[in-house]
């Protein structure tokens, strides 16, 4: 591996331990001041300083020092907004020989005692996301396995660790089941998790306590981001869950959903630097099939479409007013035409964007958003399941007693609302309380009818005489003086 210093001249090189199995940690770490980086090499972390020599301006790098433990897996930097300061290092030791896993935050250079120090006794892999700010981290702990083996997924566990230790903590999710996504707001204040077994997790905003503060609901999600203002969160599936997206805006102290976007098969997200679009891509080799790129407004628009053959990455291009000066677009200043859909057929019957004309170009009618997913194939009825024959004559009967049952349901309310429209309208005082004894007694007599229709039917030799006749064929007006008299109590 090689450092190159500003001129793009060779400064430092170094070589890597081929016995580190985790390729993410053969990587090259650099702090917020550019002029330390931490790189791994086996269990060692090892720390590089940047030194200038000021009679012949050549940059070069020493090592200033390291840290070494039996367990050590995985490390993230601190990256704050602050170049100055001090700058902190969270790296996870698995345990060994009986010995507690742990996640450990150092200040840089200092490894006699860590500041912040949290312990547990299960995890194989580790994930840390340090917050904006560059003094909280999120430690997600996972295992292959559970105890009894009762999910293929395995366990995972979220700890929070802060450098002035003042809520450390591991989470009690509401639900049981892996931990799917955690993501920092860019303000560093609150954070996003979503949690629990599919197909039903739930997502969660805490604050810095680690208190919760809103709930976005449970559904087949396993992603969440901020876009970069803060003010917007998507909540979505990808991968091997159906594809749909939802975005949030914030409102005060609540959050309210915006839009719902329909993004089948899409494996890669990212939001635009001015937080205006949303770009899914299906990319390749997580996906051979249907490669593309989607882009759609925060409101839920569809606005470009293009396939490949083969994509293997997709992204934004941080470049523009927006995001230079950080400006916000409104949503008035949001497009509401498409810029290009792919005309390739297939691909649209597999996104469900309908064409139009065959130009090539939607129409802008169904394209994204929530109504997002009608498909130009022609209707088809539903395959029915398959019955074995020995069921077929069951089923039948079964099926045409359940018909003429719904076709008796409908004839006697078609009976019903015919005969309320025959009775004439009732003259009813103004007077709540004089409506309120009209509705008991009008009750009254509806519960005689009732009471005499259960006695008729548990007695199927009794014979009615011809008052209870005239009192069971009086049943519709009772009902419909009922409903005036409760209209006419909710219009006072």
Known sequence: MQATCPESRLAFAFGQSASLADVSCRRVSWTQADTTFLRMNGRELLVYTMGLDEATGQVSFAQTSSFTDPGLTTFAVAHSRETTGPCYVAVYCRG???RASTVRIYQVGSWVNPISTRSFFHGETCE???DPRGTRVLAKVSDPFTKGNTSYVGA??????????????SFEMKKEGPIHS???????REFVVTYGYMPNPQTTLFNLRADPVFEFGDNARNIGAFSPDGQHLMIGGNGAIAGRMEVWRRADTAWKRVSQINAPNFTAFQWSPCGAFL???TLTPRLRVDNSIRVWTRLGKLVLCQGFDTLLEASFLATGPAADTGAVIPDHALPTEPYYITPDTKLQLALGIQAAGGAGAGDGKDQGGAGAGASSRPATAPAKAYVPPHLRAEMAAKEAEAAAKREAQAAKRAARAEARNQFPKLDLPAD?????????????RLRGVQELQEKILADPTYQPNPEQKERLAGEARILNE??????????L
């Not at 008299?485 to 219009?491: E, G, L, Q, S, V």
């Open 96 to 98: 060994v020989k009986g």
């Open 128 to 130: 840390l996301v340090w």
């Open 156 to 169: 995972s566990r979220l700890y929070y660790v802060t450098v002035d230790r003042r809520y450390d903590c």
């Open 182 to 188: 955690f993501c920092w707001a860019p303000s560093g």
């Open 279 to 281: 770009l899914g891509a």
């Open 432 to 444: 709540a309380a004089e409506l309120g004894k009209m509705l008991k007694r009008t009750q009254k």
């Open 482 to 491: 009922i409903e005036q008299i409760t209209a006419a109590m909710k219009a």
